[in-house]
């Protein structure tokens, strides 16, 4: 299991480790905002997925290399699983190594995460894999749904991320 701790102190606060012997984590439904804005300053890529999704199986290489790329330049990346079975989810996180600090919704529901994206400018739909991607003021500069090809969503990134 993968998870991320800040880097060392000398590195920029955005910089990211992978622990593989981490914990996992549980975010409850009423925390999720609280979450997506805790790293401002930072460029933020949100995945919502789940164990049960076909797309977000076929797409978790590409986003895997796509965080690889970024993540030494200051992304961030939060993966949020809405599996309602842990075991599922834990099943899912053992096949599929992430590269970020995967996290699971627990008591969610739709008009609840509908809230939580509108927060920070977002539009949820229920159609997963969903990324949104945040700026350094914690606000969604995009979003996509379904992505077969993140090319887009690595240019904003690298957008984002020029100093």
Request: with cysteine.
């Amino acid at each position: 299991m993968l998870v991320l701790l800040p880097a060392l102190a000398h590195a920029s606060p955005c910089q990211q480790t992978v622990d593989p012997d981490a914990s996992p984590l549980l975010i409850p439904a009423e925390e999720l905002t609280e979450t997506l804005t805790a790293q401002r300053g930072c460029v933020v890529l949100v995945e919502v997925y789940a164990s049960w999704c076909g797309p977000c199986a076929t797409i978790d290489p590409a986003v895997t290399a796509l965080i690889e790329k970024h993540r030494p330049d200051g992304l961030v990346a939060l993966g949020l699983s809405v599996d309602t079975s842990r075991g599922a989810w834990m099943k899912w996180r053992e096949e599929h190594a992430r590269v970020y600090a995967p996290q699971q919704i627990t008591g969610w529901t739709l008009a609840g995460l509908t809230a939580d994206f509108a927060a920070v400018g977002a539009q949820f739909t229920s159609a997963i894999p969903l990324f949104v991607l945040l700026d350094t003021e914690g606000r969604a500069v995009m979003s996509l749904t379904e992505p077969t090809d993140l090319a887009a969503l690595d240019a904003q990134i690298s957008a984002l991320l020029v100093p």
